[in-house]
């Protein structure tokens, strides 16, 4: 093979790569993590733009206390986190790039300190 016939595959195996279809999915922008208080029997929100596909929200507790998980699409449907101990994760099939309502509840009588994360 001479050294024109290599480039030419080379070059279209790179563009065959490049013009592909996009691999992505969970959070846009990638994963992320924040961690913070919620005081007893409130609820902290946050709007999180996911790409269309598999994505994931999990919560760690970060000391005693529960917290409750769900997300919310603007079709109305509802996801609950699932878990036990410190530890819930819901998880979602995106059929539509958008903005998804995340809701973390105390129900609890003390605050407790959470970590939140997404895929």
Not at 58 to 81: A, H, K, M, R, W
Request: glycine residues 16%; aromatic residues 10%; proline residues 6%.
């Amino acid at each position: 093979m001479n050294t024109f016939t290599k480039a030419l595959c080379v070059g279209v195996l790179a563009a065959a790569t490049l013009a592909g279809p996009r691999a992505e999915a969970g959070r846009v922008g990638g994963p992320m993590s924040e961690s913070g208080t919620i005081q007893a029997g409130q609820s902290v929100y946050f709007d999180v733009p996911f790409y269309e596909g598999p994505a994931s929200v999990s919560t760690f507790l970060q000391g005693p206390g529960t917290v409750e998980l769900y997300i919310y699409d603007g079709d109305g449907n509802v996801t609950q986190g699932q878990g036990t101990g410190t530890m819930r994760r819901a998880f979602l099939d995106v059929s539509r790039s958008g903005f998804f309502r995340v809701e973390l509840r105390n129900p609890g009588y003390a605050p407790v300190r959470v970590l939140v994360g997404t895929s």
